[in-house]
């Protein structure tokens, strides 16, 4: 099996929302969460056994998935990703070279709490940006 490619998403305004986020994040959760983005993109996604640390989300998140992390005082780190799974023709037509994990952006909370509704609703909105452009907006390689 090819490994899947990982792409970050790139805003309108040249802005990569997750590099934010990436940044403010402990070394240590850093390197997990770009551990395990690297274990699903090898698996590929559809066969990667999550272990609660890869989950499709479900109800109005539906069709995005979401790696977990946990760092100091249990604070949860979380990055919401789409996967980009057609045909090497639309691949191609939306800039691809093949199937991709697509990183929209990550968030952070406390233990036991929840992300609110309009949390949620920001992740939606810049994957739908993501989603509506062709070829799409991707950034170069992290740390490029």
Avoid at 20 to 25: G, K, Q, R, T, V
Avoid at 32 to 38: K, M, S, T, V, Y
Avoid at 82 to 94: D, F, K, V, W, Y
Avoid at 102 to 125: E, H, L, N, Q
């Amino acid at each position: 099996m090819v490994p899947w490619d990982v792409i970050f998403y790139l805003d309108p305004s040249g802005i990569v929302p997750v590099d934010d986020f990436l940044d403010e994040c402990p070394v240590n959760v850093r390197a997990r969460l770009f551990a395990i983005l690297d274990a699903v993109s090898e698996a590929p996604p559809p066969q990667f056994s999550g272990g609660g640390r890869w989950e499709a989300m479900h109800g109005e998140m539906g069709g995005y998935y979401e790696i977990r992390s946990q760092g100091p005082n249990r604070e949860q780190f979380r990055l919401f990703c789409i996967l980009e799974n057609a045909s090497l023709e639309a691949l191609t037509q939306r800039g691809l070279p093949g199937p991709a994990i697509v990183v929209i952006t990550g968030m952070r909370k406390p233990w036991m709490t929840k992300f609110s509704p309009d949390d949620y609703a920001y992740v939606r909105r810049l994957g739908n940006e993501y989603l509506a452009t062709n070829p799409r907006r991707i950034a170069p390689p992290y740390g490029q």
